[in-house]
């Protein structure tokens, strides 16, 4: 069965800084992978996904996140947070043919001034 | 584009009711639903994959006797909590499907419906 791991369960950042969040699968074949975004007591917004081609994807809220086969990760990246990006991003791998998404344990975002 | 709602917001039952939720998607048809429950701090954990017009798929552990879930239309789902408990409190999140068939595609998510039993 497919898995992901999101290794860090927080993470600070100052405002302005970059932003990097790690995510990691364990498929064997390549996935389709997405990042969504959770604010408190709200559903999930799709960020951005992969299903194949161009290996950097670009999101929304200037998100972006690279796929790299070599070693079976997805990280999410930003170049300048917002305090407004503070919230729950969970990474998510579903298989190919078949519709069942498993979704990560989620990494908190605190953003300080 | 695909905007999913639910309803209710929030929901507060005494123990022993039966609670419904609802799950649509406004501008697109679903063929298929899923709902997820998310406890605090916690992953979504998916309960059951809603399919129109057939009975739903539901995960090991999720008692669908207790979780009933109905998918009457191609932009309406409900999921019913039968004789609520405490322990069935929780974080209920529901999200639709683009396309059909059996090629993944993303899911669009509803706001959640925050369940709490008395």
């Known amino acids: 069965a497919q898995s992901v791991t999101q290794p860090d369960i927080h993470i600070t950042v100052s405002e302005g800084a970059s932003l990097e969040l790690r995510c990691n699968y364990s498929?064997?074949?390549?996935?389709?992978l997405f990042w969504y975004v959770q604010s408190p007591g709200q559903g999930l917004q799709l960020l951005l996904k992969y299903f194949s081609g161009d290996t950097l994807v670009q999101g929304i809220k200037g998100f972006e996140a690279e796929f790299k086969r070599s070693q079976s990760s997805f990280n999410l990246r930003k170049p300048s947070v917002h305090w407004s990006d503070a919230a729950e991003y969970f990474c998510?791998?579903?298989?190919?043919?078949?519709?069942?998404?498993?979704f990560g344990t989620g990494t908190k975002l605190q953003v300080i001034p | 584009g695909a905007v999913v709602s639910q309803h209710p917001s929030r929901v507060i039952c005494k123990s022993g009711t039966s609670v419904k939720i609802e799950c649509r998607s406004l501008?697109?048809?679903?063929?298929?639903m899923f709902w997820y429950r998310q406890f605090p701090k916690k992953s979504l954990m998916l309960m059951a994959t809603s399919n129109e017009g057939s009975k739903a798929t539901y995960e090991q552990g999720v008692e669908k006797d207790k979780f009933l879930i109905n998918h009457a239309s191609l932009t309406l789902s409900t999921l019913t909590v039968t004789s609520a408990h405490p322990e069935d409190s929780s974080f209920y999140i529901c999200?639709?499907?683009?396309?059909?068939?059996?090629?993944?595609?993303?899911?669009?998510f509803g706001p959640g419906t925050r369940l709490t039993v008395t």
């Open positions: 999200s639709a499907q683009l396309g059909s068939g059996r090629v993944v595609r993303e899911q669009y």
């Open positions: 498929y064997g074949a390549t996935p389709y």
């Open positions: 501008d697109f048809q679903a063929t298929t």
């Open positions: 998510a791998v579903g298989l190919g043919g078949y519709q069942k998404v498993t």
